[in-house]
């Protein structure tokens, strides 16, 4: 069964640092996402990416994240300047078909992200 | 704006006693909803989703939701649990003005010998 695959699984980063979690979605999908999980908390919504730029974000995301494909196959999120806060579990998600919920949202394993 | 309340934090449950998961959503419209499984160090894993149709939907493991819009429910039933259902449930809503699910808060799952 096809799946998202993300890399780093963990990651341990110094405040200040910048970081970038690699994604890579099922192949045929158009739509992309980032969602976090912060210890103990609810899963929240980051940002959704379709035909290469941002279509919704959260009020999360602000200026030090952002998200690229660079190429055909990966889509990375990047945080510029990592903050104690911004420690959590990060999931890549991807879906197929057209704008509207409906379309299943398939999610990957996580990058646990450590900010120390 | 949408939102998912998952009352229970915690239940535990026999092994091979049944099980519900309450969860209730608040939208104007129609909304989408889904039921994930998350186990320790795994990612999250669709269970079931209800889009519009039949209102009790099967998924897998043999887990089934009924979406009662009365109620502005979609709880998770399964009639006999096993010990490896042990994970954490999370509910989401989604709706058809842009692809953002909103989670519950997410509810434990304990499973008793």
Redesign the interface.
């Known amino acids: 069964e096809p799946e ?1 695959t993300q890399t780093p699984s963990h990651q341990v980063t110094q405040m200040g640092q910048e970081v970038i979690l690699r994604c890579v979605p099922i192949s045929n999908h158009l ?1 992309f ?1 980032w ?1 976090r999980q912060i210890l103990g ?5 980051l940002v ?1 990416f ?1 035909n290469n730029e941002i ?2 974000k ?1 009020e999360i995301f602000d200026d030090q994240f952002s998200v690229e494909r660079p190429d055909g196959s990966n889509f990375t999120l990047k945080i510029r300047s990592t903050k104690l806060e911004d420690s959590a579990m990060y ?1 890549c ?1 991807s ?1 197929g078909g057209g ?12 990058s646990w992200l450590t900010v120390v | 704006a949408q939102s998912v309340t998952q009352p229970d934090i915690h239940i535990t449950v026999s092994e091979g006693a049944s099980l519900e998961l309450r969860c209730n959503y608040s939208y104007g419209a129609t909304p989408y909803l889904f039921w994930y499984v998350q186990s320790p160090g795994q990612g999250l894993q669709l269970l079931l989703k209800y889009f519009s149709g039949d209102t009790l939907v099967q998924g897998i493991k043999g887990f089934e939701a009924e979406f009662k819009r009365s109620q502005s429910s979609f709880n998770l039933r399964k009639p006999s649990v096993h010990w490896s259902d042990a994970a954490e449930y999370f509910c989401a809503v989604g709706t058809n003005a842009g692809n953002m699910l909103t989670f519950g808060g997410g509810t434990r799952l304990m499973v008793k010998p």
């Open positions: 998202v739509y996402y969602y908390q609810k899963v929240e919504f959704s379709y279509s919704e959260s999931f998600a879906s704008k509207g919920a409906g379309n299943t949202i398939y999610f990957g394993e996580g």
